[in-house]
């Protein structure tokens, strides 16, 4: 009877442990089939559009009066340097996928990752 009890048990683990893995599966594949390589990182300030730069152009630009400065290599967009205290804007790493943020709110900036290709414009001020 024991060795019946423990067939069954080890046979539901084994399709538990195997539904779980279709259902990742199938998330990882939703969540990553609709991403778009992005063209332009977006630069906010306040929210308030103040620059636009296409990630296919590399450089090094200084931003908010060079408190923070972005990187573009690659087609990558990322924060190497920041003045605010904890650096988590520095640490959220390389963007590159429409709709991505890069967020530094001491500094109230937002880098974002939108599609389609820079219209030759790579600073607006306003």
């Known amino acids: 009877m024991k060795r019946l009890f423990a067939?069954?048990?080890?046979?539901?683990?084994?399709?538990?442990i195997a539904a779980l893995l279709l259902i990742?599966?199938?998330?990882?594949?939703?969540?990553?089939?609709g991403r778009q390589e992005g063209g332009v990182?977006?630069?906010?300030?306040d929210g308030v559009e103040v620059e636009r730069h296409s990630l296919s152009v590399n450089g090094t630009f200084p931003l908010n009066g060079g408190s923070n400065i972005l990187v573009i290599e690659d087609g990558?967009?990322?924060?190497?340097?920041?003045?605010?205290?904890?650096?988590?804007?520095?640490?959220?790493?390389?963007?590159?996928?429409?709709g991505q943020?890069?967020?530094?709110l001491p500094n109230r900036l937002t880098v974002t990752v939108e599609g389609g290709e820079s219209d030759g414009v790579d600073l607006v001020v306003g």
């Open 24 to 33: 990742a599966g199938v998330l990882y594949l939703a969540l990553n089939l």
């Open 41 to 45: 990182a977006v630069v906010r300030v």
């Open 7 to 16: 067939d069954k048990k080890l046979r539901n683990d084994l399709i538990l």
């Open 76 to 98: 990558k967009a990322w924060l190497s340097d920041a003045d605010c205290p904890d650096l988590l804007c520095v640490k959220q790493g390389k963007i590159h996928y429409t």
């Open 101 to 104: 943020v890069i967020t530094c």
